[in-house]
């Protein structure tokens, strides 16, 4: 029951994503970080088969970093974003990939961006987007609430809602959700909103 969601504000974009990994009827652990910093102003937040997902995004990952060590500067948001989108299209008639992604990103010249790409190589510039079960909620909030040029403040508490709403409405609901920002200081962690810890494993 994966929830991926994000939005566009005045000069930086979040996103926030759960960190469930659950495999059938199993809930493996609830601190899974499905967000990747693709480069010191990008973020990729990803949903869809885990193996898929960790792999897929670690390569795009080491491909924009091998682009920006051979060629001296790094790829725009636009171009990873471009890149990504064709690599799944590629995939798509081989060996597709179970992955939708939410490309974050901020370039000095055009400000912060947020893309969608899906499992099948479809490729928008959104101001607001989300996948999984949690989009049902977090589409319909967004259309009632984002406005552009939203502050920090403002993107956080909408994102906060979202998260109530998944919580206390979707049958199967993670309990944890990462959100990360990314703006001209570069992409990091904003917060976690926790209501379940793992437990701590004994060592043997």
Not at 1 to 29: N, Q, R, W, Y
Not at 48 to 64: A, H, L, S
Request: hydrophobic residues 40%; aromatic residues 10%.
């Amino acid at each position: 029951m994966e929830c991926v969601f994000g939005l566009v504000g005045d000069g930086f974009a979040v996103v926030a994503a759960d960190t469930s990994a659950v495999h059938s009827i199993l809930v493996h652990k609830s601190n899974e970080d499905k967000i990747m910093k693709l480069d010191s102003h990008k973020l990729v937040a990803a949903s869809g088969e885990p193996g898929d997902r960790v792999q897929f995004t670690e390569y795009i990952q080491k491909n924009v970093a091998l682009y920006q060590f051979r060629n001296g500067i790094p790829l725009t948001t636009a171009a990873a974003a471009n890149f990504t989108r064709g690599e799944l299209a590629t995939a798509l008639r081989k060996n597709p990939y179970s992955v939708n992604i939410l490309m974050a990103g901020y370039d000095k010249e055009t400000g912060p961006s947020l893309y969608y790409i899906d499992y099948i190589a479809t490729l928008h510039k959104v101001d607001k987007g989300a996948f999984g079960y949690g989009s049902y909620f977090s589409l319909s909030l967004m259309d009632r609430h984002y406005h552009s040029g939203m502050s920090v403040e403002e993107a956080v508490d909408l994102l906060d809602k979202i998260i109530m709403e998944i919580r206390s409405r979707l049958v199967v609901a993670p309990p944890n959700f990462v959100i990360k920002i990314v703006d001209k200081d570069g992409a990091r962690e904003y917060a976690w909103r926790e209501s379940v810890k793992d437990a701590a494993v004994a060592s043997a």
